[in-house]
């Protein structure tokens, strides 16, 4: 058999790889056990889309395994050994803010399970693709640190900046900067990742994503930006800014984008590889560019207010830099612009909004 094994298979990314890898794989094993609605509650929870999942794609397995506990990932591994082609490592405990709250649940969640996951590949299955979802975060607040200049509705980069044409590349440092925890469990992760590339010749690629979004994710007010924000557009509900006067730019990648980045990647795998992945200048806006867009594609004026507070190591103005991964996967180009993603966003979301009435 030709297996894919995908772990936090409910969330948006793992979701997104169980549908677009369904039918170039016999079999597509998931590994979810809804912390996220731990994390962050009754909207956080994806119990829905694993439903989903199960009911659309007759070759999808789901295993409820915690990636903390060894035990429980060992014998999915053992039981399928050499068959497992492929791991996309998407699960994550994914808020800043959270991560502060409980120090030891947010690394055991991000550090010690893809430890766990890297060394179950390598004595379980060790020719398998490794994918890792990394975050931008890994950079800190260097970012931040940046020539900026602000404009009336955003945060942009000195034009005559090495960064001004296609945003933030993979060199630049990751040390010497403030994360917040959940970025240094990141860090962890991912340099663990990049050593079993390096160390143990494994075939491990690391994308360190932008704001990463699509249709089915479960946004909630600590994760899931445009999702949440579009939610709030619909539903009236009140939505807060925190800090850099709402002008603070994120680029934006649909989920199926970011996906079909690993399947390139699997075709022809670099091992140890780091590649920046997010909407770049193709797909980027700030706080109030994205509320204007929800207002207009929902037809309801929303309900924000601004607080001063901006979120510890929360990054003031950052565009990814595909260059590196365009060069090594020409093949590769984005399919959804900023616009087509918050349409589908807010046609999924109001479906579901829907169903729960």
């Not at 060199?171 to 962890?188: E, N």
Request: aromatic share 14%; hydrophobic share 35%.
């Amino acid at each position: 058999m030709n297996i894919a094994l995908v772990t936090g298979s409910a969330g948006l990314i793992g979701s997104e790889s169980v549908a677009f890898f369904a039918d170039k794989f016999d079999l597509v094993i998931g590994v979810d056990n809804n912390l996220r609605q731990y994390f962050f509650g009754a909207d956080g929870s994806t119990e829905w889309n694993r439903n989903r999942l199960k009911e659309a794609y007759p070759n999808y397995e789901h295993y409820t395994a915690d990636i903390r506990k060894v035990e429980e990932l060992e014998p999915i591994f053992k039981k399928y050994g050499t068959d497992i082609t492929l791991i996309v490592h998407t699960a994550a405990q994914p808020s800043h803010d959270w991560a502060a709250r409980e120090p030891f649940t947010d690394f055991s969640v991000n550090a010690t399970g893809t430890l766990n996951l890297l060394e179950m590949t390598r004595q379980n299955c060790p020719e398998a693709v490794f994918i890792f979802t990394s975050t931008n975060k890994v950079y800190g607040d260097n970012p931040n640190y940046l020539p900026l200049i602000e404009t009336e509705t955003r945060w942009e980069i000195d034009e005559n900046h090495p960064y001004f044409t296609n945003g933030i590349d993979e060199y630049m440092s990751i040390d010497h900067t403030k994360h917040s925890l959940f970025g240094a469990s990141k860090v962890a992760a991912d340099v663990l990742v990049q050593e079993y590339g390096r160390y143990f010749g494994m075939k491990t690629g690391i994308f360190r994503g932008g704001c990463l979004t699509g249709p089915n994710h479960s946004g909630a007010q600590l994760h899931g930006f445009l999702s949440y924000l579009m939610k709030c557009a619909i539903t009236g509900n009140h939505y807060t800014i925190f800090g850099y006067k709402g002008k603070q730019v994120r680029d934006n990648i649909h989920s199926y984008d970011l996906v079909n980045m690993f399947w390139h990647y699997y075709q022809n795998p670099r091992a140890g590889e780091v590649y920046n992945a997010g909407g770049g200048r193709h797909a980027n806006c700030s706080m109030l560019e994205a509320i204007a867009i929800c207002e207009e594609i929902s037809g309801n004026k929303m309900s924000y207010s601004y607080s001063e507070t901006n979120r510890i190591g929360d990054h003031i103005w950052y565009i990814s830099d595909l260059s590196k991964f365009k060069a090594h996967y020409p093949d590769w180009n984005w399919t959804y612009d900023l616009k087509q993603t918050l349409v589908q966003i807010h046609d999924s979301m109001a479906q579901r909004i829907l169903l729960q009435k």
